[in-house]
């Protein structure tokens, strides 16, 4: 049976009962991306001062690409972020080099949690994997269309791929995931886990919890439980209708 535990948060520590069961012990983890000191294109840690503005126009985009989408305008983002226009073009030229610039943090912080997964006992490695993805996408998901189109290198690209392969290997060996599992369909689940937190962010926002759930559970070799509520059908209604 496919473990129940918590990958690593992008927003704190790890949650207990993710997919409501205990998680055991954390061990000692790689420092998440979100917690390094943000750099320049030339990898250089960036002065207090500009690090402090970069933070800040990084989670103004994120939060009003979370409510607006993609449409929203960089005299907003700064407005919120409580910059001047003069320091978010200093960082980013266009809106499209803010984008990018997220969108490339998620690709670091998604195959960095790969990489923490591997490290994971006894087959467990996928679903915290899988876990872990669908947390990374729920906090940002004003851009997560970006991600799985055009957002990871031909290199990143393969790289996920290995992580995948090795993930999937691990468990099959374990036992714990049914050997017609392949890993195209790993990257199929991923897309379908991007579609429900897109869709349903406004209306439920854990919706992706029990999507992931009913997965595992179609995955798993042993039967196991579904503890996330299903959608309401107005929340259903809702989602349709925002999308």
Do not use: C
Request: charged letters at 20%.
């Amino acid at each position: 049976m496919l473990s129940g535990m918590t990958a690593p948060s992008d927003a704190g520590p790890r949650p207990a009962g993710a997919l409501g069961r205990p998680v055991p012990a954390a061990r000692p983890r790689p420092v998440p991306p979100e917690a390094r000191p943000l750099r320049d294109a030339a990898a250089r840690p960036l002065r207090a001062d500009a690090a402090r503005n970069l933070e800040r126009i990084v989670a103004a985009a994120t939060q009003l690409f979370a409510e607006r989408g993609l449409e929203v305008g960089v005299e907003e983002i700064a407005a919120r972020a409580g910059v001047g226009m003069g320091t978010l073009y200093r960082r980013f030229p266009n809106k499209d080099a803010l984008i990018r610039f997220l969108v490339d943090d998620l690709v670091v912080r998604t195959l960095e949690l790969g990489d923490q997964a591997l490290a994971e006992p006894h087959g467990t490695g996928l679903e915290f994997f899988l876990l872990g993805v669908g947390q990374l996408q729920a906090a940002n998901p004003g851009y997560l269309t970006r991600l799985w189109r055009g957002g990871f290198s031909s290199d990143q690209r393969e790289h996920l791929r290995a992580i995948q392969r090795r993930l999937l290997a691990r468990a099959h060996a374990a036992g714990t995931v049914r050997p017609e599992i392949t890993i195209t369909d790993i990257s199929v689940l991923l897309w379908s886990l991007q579609q429900i937190v897109t869709m349903t962010a406004h209306v439920s926002p854990s919706a992706w919890r029990r999507h992931l759930e009913i997965l595992l559970a179609g995955m798993s070799m042993q039967p196991r439980d579904i503890t996330h509520r299903p959608l309401t059908q107005r929340e259903l209604s809702a989602a349709l209708d925002s999308a």
